[in-house]
């Protein structure tokens, strides 16, 4: 829940972050180094409204998202996203990069973020009209993908051991796949699924491709339980060290953490 001292005269102790979602967003915040700071709170929005107006609404109701923070970073979840190595990024042709590889669309903005440590920039979309209403309503958001606090996570992780890490992100109807070895991205796609059959079927294929060794590699899932915890228990059959991790924050007391998600926690504690 939002905190009662969550005041405009308070505000700029915290940073704050909103994760965007197809059907409503989380807010949430805390003040670094207080362990007791940390809120998190879920707002759906109404079927009957567009996203804007859906977002409007909640921002009228609740004037804490007009505050100003010491950051705000607003995390999109959703959408196609394509990466782009720095070497051949240019600026000028983003929406011509973004559009070779995903259906052009004129309601859509490419929104570009670099990840310097890895070489490499995240081309990401969004609805055009959400993010002119987000940017503003809300003081100096940063707006960032949600795979870009994981891949620096891993990253850094593959900077300390030897083997391969692949990690998937299973959502409701996708999974994303990132693949580092000793700081170099390996491999990073999107997959949309009808069952945990396909999942499995797009796991092994991928272990193929990357040369993922089944005895000394890590393999990890997130995401939806109801597709991680049968797809798990075939994988381990066929992959020694795999397992679901569990989004846990290990500094913050925390009231509702299962709304937290892993890309939420290596924002928080690794930054970008």
Same mark, same amino acid.
């Given at each position: 829940?939002?905190?009662?001292?969550?005041?405009?005269?308070?505000?700029?102790?915290?940073?704050?972050?909103?994760?965007?979602?197809?059907?409503?967003?989380?807010?949430?915040?805390?003040?670094?180094?207080?362990?007791?700071?940390?809120?998190?709170?879920?707002?759906?929005?109404?079927?009957?409204?567009?996203?804007?107006? $859906?977002?409007?609404?909640?921002?009228?109701?609740?004037?804490?998202?007009?505050?100003?923070?010491?950051?705000?970073?607003?995390?999109?979840?959703?959408?196609?996203?394509?990466?782009?190595?720095?070497?051949?990024?240019?600026?000028?042709?983003?929406?011509?990069?973004?559009?070779?590889?995903?259906?052009?669309?004129?309601?859509?903005?490419?929104?570009?973020?670099?990840?310097?440590?890895?070489?490499?920039?995240?081309?990401?979309?969004?609805?055009?009209?959400?993010?002119?209403?987000?940017?503003?309503?809300?003081?100096?958001?940063?707006?960032?993908?949600?795979?870009?606090?994981?891949?620096? $996570?891993?990253?850094?992780?593959?900077?300390?051991?030897?083997?391969?890490?692949?990690?998937?992100?299973?959502?409701?109807?996708?999974?994303?796949?990132?693949?580092?070895?000793?700081?170099?991205?390996?491999?990073? !796609?999107?997959?949309?699924?009808?069952?945990? !059959?396909?999942?499995?079927?797009?796991?092994?294929?991928?272990?193929?491709?990357?040369?993922?060794?089944?005895?000394?590699?890590?393999?990890?899932?997130?995401?939806?339980?109801?597709?991680? /915890?049968?797809?798990?228990?075939?994988?381990?059959?066929?992959?020694? /060290?795999?397992?679901?991790? /569990?989004?846990?924050?290990?500094?913050?007391?925390? $009231?509702?953490?299962?709304?937290?998600?892993?890309?939420?926690?290596?924002?928080?504690?690794?930054?970008?």
């Amino acid at each position: 829940m939002i905190p009662d001292k969550l005041k405009a005269d308070l505000s700029e102790n915290y940073k704050a972050s909103i994760r965007l979602l197809p059907d409503g967003l989380l807010f949430w915040g805390y003040i670094p180094a207080e362990k007791d700071s940390f809120f998190i709170e879920k707002f759906l929005f109404e079927p009957s409204l567009t996203v804007v107006d $859906a977002l409007k609404n909640i921002f009228f109701t609740h004037p804490c998202f007009s505050f100003i923070y010491q950051s705000f970073t607003v995390i999109v979840a959703f959408g196609n996203y394509t990466l782009v190595p720095d070497h051949v990024f240019i600026e000028k042709e983003k929406d011509h990069l973004f559009f070779f590889c995903h259906p052009k669309d004129k309601s859509l903005k490419t929104l570009v973020q670099p990840l310097k440590a890895l070489n490499v920039s995240i081309l990401y979309s969004v609805d055009s009209e959400v993010y002119a209403f987000l940017l503003r309503s809300l003081v100096n958001p940063q707006f960032i993908h949600s795979l870009s606090p994981l891949m620096m $996570a891993w990253y850094k992780k593959s900077l300390r051991f030897f083997p391969k890490f692949t990690h998937i992100v299973i959502n409701e109807f996708t999974m994303d796949v990132l693949c580092v070895e000793h700081g170099e991205i390996r491999f990073v !796609n999107s997959y949309c699924f009808d069952n945990h !059959n396909d999942i499995v079927y797009y796991i092994m294929y991928i272990c193929k491709q990357t040369g993922f060794n089944q005895l000394e590699d890590y393999l990890t899932l997130s995401g939806n339980k109801t597709f991680c /915890q049968p797809v798990l228990s075939i994988l381990k059959k066929y992959i020694k /060290q795999t397992d679901y991790l /569990q989004p846990k924050l290990h500094d913050y007391k925390v $009231a509702l953490e299962h709304e937290m998600t892993l890309d939420m926690i290596a924002l928080l504690e690794c930054g970008l």
